[in-house]
């Protein structure tokens, strides 16, 4: 009997200790990404004829943050905002008889879900100390996204002397505003308790032929559309039982 009490005993506290550290996913639903990308866009002006070096024509830097809440273990929501920069240019001989290059601006503002396939945050034995997670367990998440927003944009189209297109019936350079739906993936790697990097890799698709300022019919074949590469650096923030974020005594 005595010994059975003993073995109930331990087989409890096992139980506890499981329940919680599974249960310490729900201190850490916060994080915010930041992030440097890379775009490459789909439109009227360019080498749409050729896919893999359009990829490349006209690549250009970018700059975004990304605020996330995990609603689950495997499940997050996210917000998508970014200042984006994209361009292209046509190469004579290829597409048209034209040669037209354009550069834009761009703010893309997503709200997103994204689904963990790899890296759920359960315990499974993962070890902490006062630091957080000390074992290699769950260091690397693999994750896909869909979601939907808007994107606000701006162009300007010049001709191959270097003239702005403005006589153009084709050609708009007023603001431009479209919806926007990104469906893609990425795979993030812890390096501490505070801090993952990432990649992530998304395709744009939009409701308008305008991003790039120019239209014209019987021209375009498809809507606008644009890949977006993005590296992260995450900063993950302690929440308090009650949900709420706090930024000292990080470290339990």
Sequence with gaps: MKRAFWILIAALLVFTGIDANAQRWKLRRYELDMNLSGVAFHGDIGRANRPIPN????????LGITPRFMIRQDLAVSLDLGWVMYGGQDVQGETHSRVY?????AFQHFARLEYYLLGVRRSGGAIYNRKGMVNNYNKMYLYVLAGAGGIMSKSTIKDQDGVELLDNPGYDNTLQYTAGFPVGGGIKLSIDPRWSIGLELSYNFTLSDWLDGYSKE???EYL???YLLSFKAIYKVRNNRKGRPIFNKYYR
């Design 55 to 62: 990829m490349f024509n006209g690549f250009r830097p970018s």
């Design 101 to 105: 290059s354009f550069n834009s601006q």
């Design 218 to 220: 019987g021209l375009s």
């Design 224 to 226: 606008d559309t644009y």
